[in-house]
């Protein structure tokens, strides 16, 4: 491999690794705007189980169920953990070429 393939070899990874790094902080603000309205939900079923039952009327709440869609959720989490594995092998190859 020549100087020039191995600089293009660093170039190209850590243009790679700088992208999944984009690619997980949206993910992860995506999940933090989808946990919302399970919190809502969350924070409801707790008050109730202290005996608070007027907070079942709160249209707020009925309204967080609407916008839960729990199989989204579920698929947000594999693309999260799908991209920190995808970050911490770049991450070694990293490390095996010597860059920061």
């Known amino acids: 491999m020549t100087d020039e393939e191995k600089r293009q070899q660093k170039a190209t990874l850590l243009l790679e690794y700088h992208e999944a790094e984009e690619d997980l902080k949206q993910l992860r603000e995506k999940a933090a705007r989808m946990a919302q309205p399970f919190l809502a939900v969350g ?31 579920l698929a947000l ?3 999260i953990d799908a991209a920190h594995e995808k970050l911490a092998d770049l991450g070694r190859r990293k490390a095996a070429l010597g860059l920061p």
């Open 43 to 73: 924070d409801f079923l707790t008050r109730a189980s202290r005996g608070q039952p007027r907070f079942g009327r709160d249209e707020g709440v009925r309204k967080s169920f609407e916008y839960m869609r729990p199989l989204e959720a």
């Open 77 to 79: 989490i594999d693309e």
